[in-house]
């Protein structure tokens, strides 16, 4: 049974850090990219950022370029979102995501999910 289960939310206070993990189980792990989503309340899901299926290449929204990291251990087939210097502006639902997109597509914003988590709220308070 594909599952991705996201953890590691909750609240923090803004300046501060976070990381929320994606455990991936079902499918071939290596075989995809993966991505982070999130949706804010009253706003549409945005992309976040997004990691190749090595883990050598790396994409990030604009609004979190600088301050987020994404990250992958293929051995525990989990992925791993480190968000530093987090504002109230970044208070949403975090929702991992799996696609067998190449790179070329990562590059261009096609993602191409296949798998969805379910989510983890992250909160941030002024």
């Known amino acids: 049974q594909v599952q991705l289960v996201e953890f590691g939310g909750g609240l923090v206070e803004a300046g501060g850090s976070l990381r929320v993990s994606c455990a991936a189980t079902g499918f071939t792990f290596s075989g995809y990219a993966f991505e982070w989503f999130r949706q804010a309340p009253g706003k549409e899901r945005e992309f976040v950022a997004a990691?190749?299926?090595?883990?050598?290449?790396?994409y990030f929204a604009d609004s979190v370029k600088g301050r987020f990291t994404i990250s992958r251990d293929n051995a525990k087939n989990t992925v791993y979102l480190q968000m530093n210097s987090l504002t109230p502006e970044d208070t949403a639902v975090y929702y991992c995501?799996?696609?067998?997109?190449?790179?070329?597509?990562?590059?261009?914003?096609?993602?191409?999910?296949?798998?969805w988590g379910k989510g983890t709220l992250v909160t941030v308070s002024p």
């Open positions: 995501a799996a696609s067998r997109v190449d790179n070329d597509y990562l590059r261009r914003g096609i993602y191409g999910v296949e798998y």
């Open positions: 990691i190749s299926r090595g883990g050598g290449y790396t």
